[in-house]
Nanobody
Framework: VQLQASGGGLVQAGDSLRLSCAAS????????MGWFRQGPGKEREFVAG????????HYTDSVKGRFTISRDNAKNTVYLQMNSLKPEDTAVYYC??????????????????WGQGTQVTVSS
């Protein structure tokens, strides 16, 4: 499985961005998908995750109500809509995928495929 993340950029506080992650593979709909981020000098942390059909979603507390993860199985793509961005959201954002039937959605060990990362910078 190959993952290609895109959509990052430089925005001001309060702005919105939508990240996309295109995945290869013919069984995308069965993958558990997630977004993680790594800020300057910080460890990589979970942001949001979405399971396969019926696709329940999970978020870290700091982004609840602002970020929305979704998937389009017809396009093999997962999205992260980020609204009301804050300077503390500045990080490299990574998408991740897992093809195993069971596993954690909010930890790095729950994913066996990773994309290359896309930079999100939020200025105050």
């Amino acid at each position: 499985v190959q993952l290609q993340a895109s959509g990052g950029g430089l925005v001001q506080a309060g702005d919105s961005l939508r990240l996309s992650c295109a995945a290869s593979g013919r069984t995308f709909s069965s993958y558990r998908m997630g977004w993680f981020r790594q800020g300057p000098g910080k460890e990589r942390e979970f942001v949001a995750g979405i399971r396969s059909i019926p696709s329940p979603t999970h978020y870290t507390d700091s982004v609840k109500g602002r970020f929305t993860i979704s998937r389009d199985n017809a396009k093999n793509t997962v999205y992260l809509q980020m609204n009301s961005l804050k300077p503390e959201d500045t990080a490299v954002y990574y998408c991740a995928a897992d093809s195993r039937p069971y596993g954690s959605i909010s930890t790095m060990t729950g994913y066996n495929y990773w994309g290359q990362g896309t930079q999100v910078t939020v200025s105050s």
